[in-house]
């Protein structure tokens, strides 16, 4: 007696299309992220410490923890402030030719900052960028995808768009 298999499921156009999913803007997305802000809301907080992403946002509830940037930033950083400081380095060399220790004592501190400032803002871009393009476990429906109606009460009692009260 054989056993019963399930029938095999091969994804297609049409399977896919079957499920009509709501398309998140990933530029908004990644504005939001970089300004260390809720990728779906713009309202609550990304990070609670300068690189440790909260659990969830204060504004809307989304839960921030399927996200996985691990090395991503850290990269990405590395090579835009390497695309910053090697450019300069080589003009000032060729153009002035300033001691060894002038250079180290510019280009060691300029990549250190460098590397600092962006890091954060570089990380809630790839957060972001996973949000909008439902990346590991972002992709689940189990919440609504439009942010809360403005102003949301239990956040900002009083408030108002215009700031006008």
């Avoid at 450019?87 to 280009?107: C, D, F, H």
Wanted: glycine residues 8%; proline residues 9%; hydrophobic residues 40%.
């Amino acid at each position: 007696m054989e056993s019963a298999k399930p029938p095999t499921q091969v994804w297609t156009r049409e399977t896919d299309a079957a499920a009509p999913v709501k398309k998140r803007d990933l530029w908004l997305a990644m504005k939001r992220g970089f300004r260390g802000r809720c990728p779906r809301c713009g309202e609550g907080k990304l990070f609670c410490a300068y690189l440790k992403v909260a659990n969830n946002c204060s504004a809307c509830g989304l839960d921030f923890t399927p996200h996985r940037a691990d090395d991503l930033p850290a990269y990405l950083v590395i090579v835009i402030v390497g695309h910053l400081v090697v450019p300069l380095a080589l003009m000032i060399e060729t153009e002035y030719s300033p001691p060894v220790a002038l250079q180290l004592a510019i280009y060691l501190p300029l990549t250190l900052v460098l590397s600092l400032v962006l890091l954060q803002p570089v990380k809630g871009t790839v957060v972001g960028l996973q949000w909008a393009l439902r990346m590991h476990g972002f992709d689940e429906s189990g919440y609504n995808d439009d942010p809360p109606e403005w102003p949301n009460p239990t956040i900002r009692e009083g408030t108002s768009r215009g700031g006008d009260d």
